[in-house]
């Protein structure tokens, strides 16, 4: 009995060396842990502030966009070398809107390089207007009259978005004829 007493003991001797590296390794361990904490809480943080920069960056995207207007299918060079003298005169025409004072711009431009091939869909034209209610008047009559037309050539005009915004946007068209439906039903909607 005595041998293997002594035998315990021997083990639990060469052990403690084993054990000591164990504790400094836990009690270093801890440490880390206490350093890190706040590190992981600034983190949180900062993915907050993170999303909420990013959704002001969109806001703000969306603001500077608010005088824009986007043209669609004005056939390529029908505006000649000066897009804003083009469109002075074309907008009311096709709008049938009277403006007082005259539209003014300032930049218009269409997006994107040439196509090389002229069966292609012409480039849409963006033009920024001076006056945010004259902004307001041609999408109010774009929305209520639909695609206008210069020749047999259809004209849609929309307002210009951020992508982001328009994807957001495109997700409730799915949810639009649904909508119309229960307007329809509960009678929130004259289609007069």
């Known amino acids: 009995m005595d041998a293997s007493i002594s035998s315990l003991t021997l083990e639990t001797k060469s052990m403690r060396p084993d054990i000591a590296g164990f504790q400094s390794r836990v009690t270093g361990l801890e440490h880390r842990m206490g350093t890190l904490e706040p590190q992981v809480a600034t983190s949180e943080d900062r993915d907050q502030d993170l999303l909420y920069l990013r959704s002001k960056i969109k806001d703000m995207e969306d ?4 005088d824009n207007i986007r043209l669609f299918g004005i056939p390529e060079n029908k505006e000649g070398t000066d897009i804003q003298a083009f469109l002075g005169p074309t907008l009311p025409k096709l709008t049938s809107l009277t403006f007082d004072p005259s539209l003014e711009f300032q ?3 269409r997006v994107g390089p040439k196509h090389p091939d002229k069966t292609s869909r012409p480039r849409p034209i963006i033009a920024c207007l001076l006056r945010h209610n004259q902004t307001r008047q041609i999408l109010k009559a774009a929305r209520s009259h639909g695609p206008f037309g210069i020749g047999q050539h259809d004209i849609r005009i ?3 978005y951020s992508k982001d915004t328009n994807e957001r946007r495109k997700a409730f068209l ?3 004829p649904r909508l119309c439906q229960l307007e329809m039903k509960y009678g929130l909607f004259d289609p007069a």
């Not at 603001?63 to 608010?66: G, L, Q, V």
């Open 158 to 160: 929309t307002a210009h």
């Open 174 to 176: 799915a949810l639009r």
């Open 63 to 66: 603001r500077s966009r608010r």
């Open 107 to 109: 930049r218009a431009h």
